[in-house]
T-cell receptor, first 112, second 111 residues
Framework: GQQLNQSPQSMFIQEGEDVSMNCTSS?????WLWYKQDPGEGPVLLIA?????ELTSNGRLTAQFGITRKDSFLNISASIPSDVGIYFC????????????FGTGTRLQVTL | DVKVTQSSRYLVKRTGEKVFLECVQD?????MFWYRQDPGLGLRLIYF???????EKGDIPEGYSVSREKKERFSLILESASTNQTSMYLC??????????FGSGTRLTVV
């Protein structure tokens, strides 16, 4: 089955730094989503994007739906310790109703 | 808020056992999904269901089956558990065309 290429696989950053991660696909998506998974929990939806070129913010998080429809980006500004976790991108291909394809995840560690 | 409840957080089963993982959602969602999560592989879709008694195979259905007798409940069945099915299993539900709500996961160890 199809999977999204997500990078980087892991990041170690200092508190206060900005973070960038991205997701690419060989297929066109009509929806991009970003999830965060805290240790020992299920993923929680952070941001949903529905149009090519769309830029959406949720607090310190900003995500963009790539113009080509084949990529998406997530930025976290001024990281804090509770940002620790695994971040997943997910995309929905046109015509597949509700089924999402997930990226392999970016593990974020924040040091004080 | 939508709640998706997975019946067990941790399970340890023996090779060859039949294993049932239960998932219940409380918001009348049409769609329900089972994923497994393994390090470096992300989330891989096992089975999904768009309606009661309806099921479709995902990307890795081998060794698994599912049951959806009621709209709120979606069960994942490991017919004969094997050690390579040791994993974190995540259930999710959604209404049409919207992002998923996940349960907290079941960490299954097969020994």
């Amino acid at each position: 089955g199809q999977q999204l290429n997500q990078s980087p696989q892991s990041m170690f950053i200092q508190e206060g730094e900005d973070v960038s991660m991205n997701c690419t696909s060989s297929s066109i998506f009509n929806t991009w989503l970003w999830y965060k998974q805290d240790p020992g929990e299920g993923p929680v939806l952070l941001i949903a994007l529905y149009k090519a070129g769309e830029l959406t913010s949720n607090g310190r998080l900003t995500a963009q739906f790539g113009i080509t429809r084949k990529d998406s980006f997530l930025n976290i500004s001024a990281s804090i310790p509770s940002d620790v976790g695994i971040y997943f991108c997910a995309g929905r291909v046109t015509g597949t109703a509700s089924k999402l394809t997930f990226g392999t995840g970016t593990r974020l560690q924040v040091t004080l | 808020d939508v709640k998706v409840t997975q019946s067990s957080r941790y399970l340890v089963k023996r090779t060859g056992e039949k294993v049932f993982l239960e998932c219940v959602q409380d918001m009348d969602h049409e769609n329900m999904f089972w994923y497994r999560q393994d390090p470096g592989l992300g989330l891989r879709l096992i089975y999904f269901s768009y309606d009661v008694k309806m099921k479709e195979k995902g990307d890795i259905p081998e060794g698994y089956s599912v049951s959806r007798e009621k709209k709120e409940r979606f069960s994942l069945i490991l017919e004969s558990a094997s050690t390579n099915q040791t994993s974190m299993y995540l259930c999710a539900s959604s209404p049409l065309e919207v992002g998923y709500t996940f349960g907290s996961g079941t960490r299954l160890t097969v020994v």
